[in-house]
């Protein structure tokens, strides 16, 4: 069946930087959106950054400049790269994915969720 795996967090002095990975396993023939997603305690889910399966694109304001997405679509991978990091980045950060279409199921299946890897960034 198909999982997604998060891995690459940790504890970081403010102005680091993290690297975070997001592997989907499973007989996958392809994935929609693939998308970071954080939840401070107390704090809704907020989507960080996305992107398409055609490569596209968009980031939350307050990583904006700070924060790259990117993906290796061959290796059903997406990363995000966060730079400058600051105490307000603190989080649990959760890989998503919107449609998946694996040899296992009939027709696509909906809202994949990893089990988050936690990021802390230290004054």
């Known amino acids: 069946q198909v999982q997604l795996v998060e891995s690459g967090g940790g504890l970081v002095q403010a102005g680091g930087s993290l690297r975070l990975s997001c592997a989907a396993s499973?007989?996958?023939?392809?994935?929609?959106?693939m998308d970071w997603y954080r939840q401070a305690p107390g704090k809704q889910r907020e989507l960080v950054a996305s992107i398409t399966n055609g490569g596209n694109t968009n980031y939350a304001d307050s990583v904006k400049g700070r924060f790259t997405i990117s993906r290796d679509y061959a290796k059903n991978m997406v990363y995000l790269q966060m730079n400058s990091l600051k105490p307000e980045d603190t989080a649990p950060y959760y890989c998503?994915?919107?449609?998946?279409?694996?040899?296992?199921?009939?027709?696509?299946?909906?809202?994949?969720w990893g089990q988050g890897t936690q990021v802390t960034v230290s004054i």
């Open positions: 499973g007989s996958i023939l392809s994935i929609n959106t």
């Open positions: 998503h994915a919107d449609r998946i279409v694996a040899r296992d199921y009939g027709l696509p299946r909906y809202n994949f």
